[in-house]
């Protein structure tokens, strides 16, 4: 059965401390993503990966870091440096980078103590 | 729990009644629309898509429109069941960029 999964569902954060968010696709894609989901808002993005070893900073990257060291995996981390980061995180593949069609994993929701 | 779906537009509908979701996007040039249904606690999916030359597509028992001219896009749910209780949004995309995500809309189906 093919498909995104991200891992934890839930995560805490307390102040000062670095969290990292696991994404892992099992669908043979090339391209990874990492948005992000505030109440109201569209999907922002963060990070962006065409292929392993390679990525690139989305439109909000300040306080997020990212690697690619495997095809299949694509963790994101959230650093103290990120002072608003409670919201719910979305990982996504597609065949290629630019591939419309988007596969999403079912989500991190990030909340800070 | 989840933060999606707060602050969002909702409609609310009968069941077996059709629904109609709307989105306005914001770049002429956008040559590649898609919709995404959004569950409570999941990831979004895959609805239906459609191109900047075509203005109709159907698919099973949704419709998308595209009007070019005032650059609204529109999703049609025929029959509305309670499983379609959901938030949907649309995204748009052009020359190659990466897709522009819409905020959303609530859709609660009442039973």
């Known amino acids: 059965d093919g498909g995104i999964t991200q891992s934890p569902k839930y995560l805490f954060r307390k102040e000062g401390q670095n969290v990292t968010l696991s994404c892992e696709q099992n669908?043979?894609?090339?391209?990874m993503y990492w948005y992000r989901q505030d109440p109201g808002q569209g999907l922002r993005l963060i990070y962006y990966?065409?292929?392993?070893?390679?990525?690139q900073k989305g439109d909000i990257a300040e306080g997020y870091s990212v690697s690619r060291e495997k095809k299949e995996s694509f963790p994101l981390t959230v650093t103290s440096a990120q002072k608003n980061p409670t919201a719910f995180y979305l990982c996504?593949?597609?065949?290629?980078?630019?591939?419309?069609?988007?596969?999403f994993g079912s989500g991190t929701q990030l909340s800070v103590l | 729990g989840e933060s999606v779906g707060l602050h969002l537009p909702t409609l609310s509908v009968q069941e077996g009644d059709n629904s109609i979701i709307n989105c306005a996007y914001s770049?002429?040039?956008?040559?590649?629309f898609i919709w995404y249904k959004q569950e409570s606690g999941k990831g979004p999916q895959f609805i239906i898509d459609?191109?900047?030359?075509?203005d109709k597509r159907q698919g099973q028992r949704v419709t998308v429109l595209l009007n070019k001219t005032v650059k609204h896009l529109s999703l049609q749910i025929a029959a509305t069941q309670p499983g379609d209780s959901a938030v949907y949004f649309c995204?748009?995309?052009?020359?190659?960029?990466?897709?522009?995500f819409g905020g959303g809309t609530r859709l609660m189906v009442k039973p």
């Open positions: 996504a593949s597609s065949i290629t980078l630019l591939n419309e069609k988007l596969f």
């Open positions: 669908l043979n894609h090339d391209a």
């Open positions: 990966s065409q292929i392993v070893n390679d990525f």
């Open positions: 770049n002429s040039a956008s040559d590649y």
């Open positions: 459609i191109r900047s030359n075509m």
């Open positions: 995204a748009e995309q052009y020359a190659g960029n990466m897709l522009t």
